[in-house]
């Protein structure tokens, strides 16, 4: 629930931003994740949909994922809300996004839904990368540019969440040389590819059926890097059907080998999951890492 006295904080504060007098007349809690409040609120001027999180603990975190949205709606793959404000109020950040109404799938929801996840990964830029660090959850996403995708990976992604789990006492010694030693391997494992322009947390909670019947995707954690992270995410946790994945690969071919790749790109999702959650994900990491 948001209290009377924030929604007339956070009325004023988006009412700042847009220039437009906001009133939030109501403000339905509609959940769907453990990192954020979610709301649909009702104001004056329509629907809106508001994320609420603590300014104190992650003040950057709502103004990247603007960033993130932006360039994602930039691309025109597919539909993205648009962000339209991101601030403080009351002690909580805030990020005010257009109100997507759920639809029904379209017949060829799944191939059109890969086809545009493929024009998405064709939008390239010279390095892996993004213009600034960003959150994955409420884990902080290093996006120092590299020309090179293993050392990309290895020193953005699998060392960082790596170190911090020994540091937090979640992961043994024995995993860091483990992992050290996979990525000494990764430039034997992974073909050169272009950067592509990644949704970066691509699971089944983070898309839905638009009002024309096509996938909306959202809560993205966003940068240039190999196109296979998006297809290992999405397959990590299932509810993608297989004809997204064969459309993909008629549309734009993965190189040989991609299948061996799976568990090394699923690697960071599952490390993430490890710092986040505990439970399972930690024996996933170890299994993996044990082919190698």
């Known amino acids: ?35 954020n409040e979610t709301f649909r609120i009702n104001t004056n ?33 597919l539909a993205v809300p648009r962000p339209l404000a991101t601030g403080t109020a009351g002690g909580k950040t805030f990020l005010l996004m257009e109100f997507i109404q759920k639809g029904n799938a379209i017949g060829d ?16 830029q010279d390095t ?7 959150y994955i959850g409420t884990i902080k996403q ?3 540019p590299y020309s090179n995708w293993s050392v990309f990976y290895a020193f953005n992604r699998l060392m960082p969440l790596t170190k911090l789990g020994y540091d937090e006492g979640i992961i043994e010694s024995s995993v860091v040389k483990q992992m050290e030693r996979l990525c000494r391997h990764l430039p034997k494992l992974f073909p050169q590819e272009k950067p592509a322009l990644l949704h970066g ?3 089944s909670g983070n898309f839905l059926i638009g009002p024309d019947g096509k996938a909306c995707i959202y809560d993205p954690a966003v940068y240039y890097g190999h196109r296979e992270m998006d297809l290992g ?19 734009y071919p993965l190189a040989p080998g991609w299948q061996q790749r799976i568990g090394v790109c699923q690697l960071y999702p599952l490390l993430v999951h490890t710092l986040l959650f505990g439970g399972n994900y930690y024996s996933s990491v170890r299994e993996i890492l044990a082919a190698y």
């Not at 939030?24 to 809690?29: H, L, R, V």
């Not at 086809?115 to 939008?123: E, I």
Request: aromatic share 16%; hydrophobic share 40%; no cysteine.
């Open 201 to 203: 947390d691509l699971w």
């Open 45 to 77: 001027e329509g629907y809106f949909f508001l994320k609420l999180n603590d300014a104190t603990r992650y003040p950057e975190m709502f103004r990247q994922e603007f960033a993130g949205l932006e360039a994602l709606r930039k691309a025109r793959a």
């Open 142 to 144: 290093y996006n120092t």
């Open 233 to 251: 995410m999405a397959r990590l946790f299932g509810g993608f059907d297989t004809r997204f994945y064969y459309a993909y690969q008629s549309i």
């Open 1 to 35: 629930m948001i209290d009377e006295s924030l929604q007339i904080l956070l009325g004023g504060a988006i009412s700042e931003k847009l220039q437009v007098k906001i009133h939030i007349n109501e403000a339905k809690n509609v959940g769907g994740g453990e990192i």
């Open 109 to 124: 929801f799944w191939e059109d839904f890969a086809a545009g996840l493929a024009r998405q990964h064709m939008q390239t």
């Open 128 to 134: 892996f990368g993004f213009p600034t660090p960003n």
